[in-house]
C-alpha cells in the first residue's frame, strides 16, 4: 500500500473516530510526538486519541500531500470544540504501517 493511502485511510480513521481502525494503521512500536510530548506503541498512541485527540472533536481539512518515498506532510486547516488550529502532519510508513508520527500545531489568530 502506498504512503499517501495509508494516509487516507489514517484521515478517514480520525474523521470517523476509530480507535480501533488506528491501533492498527500504527505499527507495534510506532511514536507518536505531538505537543511535546511522545507516545511509544500502537496502544498508547490508539489511547492518546480516544481519551485527548477526540475530546477535542477535531474536523481536518487537509492541504496537498507532499510525498517522498515512505515520508508523507500535511498542512491542516484542524476545526476543534476549543478553535482552529494550522497543523502540520509529518509521517513515516513502512510495511503498510504508520512508523511516527509528528505533530506541530499552533492556534490560529483571529478566530
Known amino acids: ?8 485511510r489514517y484521515f478517514a480513521a480520525i474523521r470517523n473516530r ?9 505499527a507495534d512500536d510506532a511514536v507518536l510526538s ?15 486519541y480516544l481519551n485527548q485527540a477526540f475530546a ?4 481536518p481539512a487537509l ?3 507532499i510525498v517522498e518515498g515512505d515520508r508523507l506532510a500535511v498542512e491542516i486547516d484542524l476545526h476543534t470544540s476549543i478553535g482552529r ?3 502540520c502532519d509529518i509521517f ?3 510495511n503498510d504501517k504508520i512508523e511516527s508520527l509528528s ?6 489568530l483571529g478566530d
Open 34 to 48: 505531538s505537543g511535546g510530548a511522545t507516545y511509544f506503541g500502537n496502544d498508547a498512541i490508539a489511547d492518546w
Open 92 to 94: 513515516e510508513t513502512k
Open 103 to 108: 505533530i506541530y500545531g499552533v492556534p490560529q
Open 56 to 59: 477535542i472533536n477535531p474536523e
Open 18 to 26: 476509530d480507535c480501533e481502525a488506528l491501533r492498527h494503521m500504527f
Open 1 to 8: 500500500m502506498s504512503t499517501r493511502a495509508i494516509v487516507e
Open 63 to 65: 492541504g496537498p500531500f
Open 85 to 87: 488550529l494550522a497543523v
